[in-house]
């Protein structure tokens, strides 16, 4: 069964680390771009980081440049991403994309909740 399956998320006090897992399952995910997109009520979908096939290149929002990292390990089919010095603006749903660059498979994950209170 293909899927992606995300984990790590939680509450968190501002200024604390998170880091959240994007593990895939019945496919190999060092084949396709990786992103994290973030969501809030009532916004559009934003993307906040993303990873390329190889690993060799990685691009960020400007709003979680220098804090976040995205990050794989190819051998555990996983793609993660360090979120450090997290503020209240940080909370929303966390999602995993997976991008075979030029053809059209896609994969989503289900998403996860990252919350930023004191």
């Known amino acids: 069964q293909v899927q992606l399956v995300e984990s790590g998320g939680g509450l968190v006090q501002p200024g604390g680390s998170l880091k959240l897992s994007c593990a895939a399952s019945g496919f190999t995910l060092s084949r396709y771009a990786v992103s994290w997109y973030r969501q809030v009520p009532g916004k559009e979908r934003e993307l906040v980081a993303i990873?390329?096939?190889?690993?060799?290149?990685?691009n960020y929002a400007d709003s979680v440049k220098g804090r976040f990292t995205i990050s794989r390990d190819i051998t555990k089919n996983t793609v993660y991403l360090q979120m450090n010095s997290l503020k209240p603006e940080d909370t929303a749903v966390y999602y995993c994309?997976?991008?075979?660059?030029?053809?059209?498979?896609?994969?989503w994950g289900q998403g996860i909740q990252v919350t930023v209170s004191s």
């Open positions: 990873i390329t096939q190889t690993g060799g290149s990685t």
């Open positions: 994309h997976a991008d075979r660059v030029l053809t059209s498979v896609r994969y």
